[in-house]
């Protein structure tokens, strides 16, 4: 999907209201649904780029997922300026995981949970301090090996 300014679109719809569709879609070499996207965002006063993304509430979402249930997709579109596909999104999560699924922020990348367990800090400093015996063991169990070569050693 393309990105246009403002004034290329509003050159657009001045040209579509002058000449017509196809003569739109040929000097502006833009499709038929971006063009009518324009003019009814431009009629119902929205202006003609997006808006930024906004966080919604919970009572927000539930507010607006009772007027689409009542009056339909067209209605909640225009009334409160959301694409559907949003809004289908929040009734299956709230349909399939419940309100407090809904409450929370989906945007950007997830937080990771990081749960720091203090059993297993004290199982590692536990096996730390165990290894260490274990060399210090060995090396002078090397040292006593050495020494008792170097007898024989000297004995010969």
């Known amino acids: 999907m393309k990105n246009y300014t403002a004034?290329?679109?509003?050159k657009g719809v001045e040209n579509y209201f002058r000449n017509g569709l196809s003569h739109t879609k040929s000097v502006y070499n833009v499709d038929d649904s971006s063009i009518y996207k324009w003019v009814r965002r431009l009629k119902?006063?929205?202006?003609l780029m997006?808006?930024?993304?906004e966080?919604?509430?919970?009572?927000?979402?539930?507010?607006?997922?009772?007027y689409y249930?009542?009056?339909?997709k067209a209605a909640t579109k225009e009334r409160y300026d959301i694409e559907a596909s949003v809004f289908y999104k929040w009734e299956r999560i709230l349909h399939e995981k419940g309100?407090?699924?809904l409450a929370e922020e989906r945007r950007g990348r997830p937080k990771k949970k990081v749960k720091k367990d203090v059993?297993?800090?004290?199982?590692?400093?536990e096996e730390n301090r165990r290894l260490r015996l274990e060399v210090e063991y060995l090396k002078k169990l090397d040292a006593l090996i050495r020494e008792r070569e170097e007898r024989e050693k000297k004995k010969k």
């Open 119 to 125: 059993n297993q800090d004290k199982d590692l400093l």
């Open 55 to 66: 966080s919604y509430s919970l009572e927000k979402k539930l507010e607006i997922l009772s």
């Open 7 to 10: 004034t290329f679109k509003k």
């Open 50 to 53: 997006r808006k930024k993304s």
């Open 44 to 47: 119902g006063g929205k202006g």
């Open 69 to 72: 249930r009542k009056r339909g």
């Open 99 to 101: 309100e407090a699924a």
